[in-house]
């Protein structure tokens, strides 16, 4: 017999994928480390797991705690899983530009929801960064997760999804394409990669209304770059510590537009319902073709399911209303 212990031991170990169509005007092979094979649909089930795991053997978290994050969705998922699992109660604080589906799906697993407004500074007492601190401070036996400056988040990439690539591509992966967000995957896979092979060129997909690309050129907070975006998952308004901007050689900025499109046309050209920083992300991978050559191999890691953007950029309503439909 071969099965599963629990859901948990099914994280992990995703495919790679070569897109054959979107790809074809780049001189070389670009393969999609395909997130969405999780439990949870995301990426995000590898860092929660790590995390609670880190949690109980700290002490921070105790049996019976309450775990308590700020959260887009996804990592609310993954700790969902996890904390159902094991036996925690979990609070997910969202902000309202988040899709109906992440807050309805959370609900579905148990979570407590409390929905938050986005166009707040982060330092706003009603902000969702905010709101997660407060109620750690008021709920009994909890925990704040606190992904973005959280070191097990990129440390699971680390341990787990940077291994995978580089025995998935023999070895043979010259740039790594991924979103930022929190910063952990692009943080603990690039700083693996570049353990094996310094010369692999760590690429950050960026949104305009973010503040990375520019931190990361000049050194620069620059307030003036932060303005509201639609793209989900990705671009972030504060620097979060697990952003290990070292590794990192660059960012390029993909438009919401672009990562609305590139979302529809992953599903409708190469058969792969995804999120919308997997349009983001392959966006960014099709702006960089003037660093790639004949024998690179890329690799681009598309984060999370299509599922939960229908009433989004699979809504031709919604496309309209944005003006992303010419
Ligand atoms: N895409 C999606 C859909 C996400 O939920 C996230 C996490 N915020 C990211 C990309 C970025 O990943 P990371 O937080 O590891 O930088």
């Known amino acids: 017999m071969k099965y599963a212990e629990n859901i948990l031991d099914t994280i992990g170990n995703t495919p790679l994928v070569k897109l054959n169509r979107l790809t074809s005007d780049l001189p070389c092979v670009v393969l999609a480390k395909y997130e969405t094979f999780n439990p949870g649909n995301s990426v995000k089930d590898r860092m929660a797991l790590q995390m609670i795991e880190d949690a109980e053997a700290s002490g921070v978290l105790q049996p019976g705690g309450t ?6 969705g996804n990592t609310g998922m993954g700790l969902a899983l996890a904390a159902t699992v094991k036996g925690y109660k979990l609070i997910c604080v969202i902000s309202d530009k988040q899709s109906k589906e992440k807050i309805d799906i959370l609900r579905a697993m148990g979570s407590e929801v409390h929905v938050c407004p986005t166009d707040v500074e982060p330092s706003d007492p009603r902000s969702y960064y905010s709101t997660a601190k407060r109620l750690a401070k008021e709920v009994p036996n909890s925990w704040y997760v606190n992904q973005y400056d959280n070191p097990s988040n990129s440390k699971a990439h680390f341990l787990t999804t940077g291994p995978e690539i580089w025995e998935q591509t023999d070895g043979k992966i010259t740039h790594f394409v991924v979103g930022v967000g929190t ?8 700083r693996f990669l570049k353990s094996k092979n310094s010369n692999i060129k760590i ?12 931190y990361h050129e000049t050194g620069v907070f620059d307030p003036n ?7 989900e ?13 070292d590794i990192i050689d660059g960012f390029t900025k993909v438009t919401d537009k672009d990562a609305a ?10 058969a792969m319902f995804l999120g919308n920083s997997a349009g983001a992300a392959i966006k960014g991978v099709l702006q960089l073709k003037e660093h790639f050559k004949k024998d ?10 299509g599922s939960r953007y229908v009433g989004k950029m ?10 992303f439909l010419d």
């Open 67 to 72: 775990i308590i994050e700020a959260t887009s």
């Open 183 to 190: 910063g952990g995957t692009i943080s603990g896979v690039g």
């Open 203 to 214: 690429w950050g997909v960026d949104t305009y209304g973010s503040v990375f690309k520019k």
């Open 225 to 231: 770059e932060i303005y509201p975006y639609s793209t």
């Open 233 to 245: 998952g990705i671009g972030e308004d504060i620097l979060p510590k697990n952003v290990d901007f």
């Open 261 to 270: 499109v590139y979302t529809q046309r992953l599903a409708k050209e190469e």
């Open 296 to 305: 690179d191999l890329v690799v681009v890691l598309f984060h999370d399911h």
């Open 314 to 323: 699979f809504n031709d309503d919604w496309m309209r209303e944005k003006g």
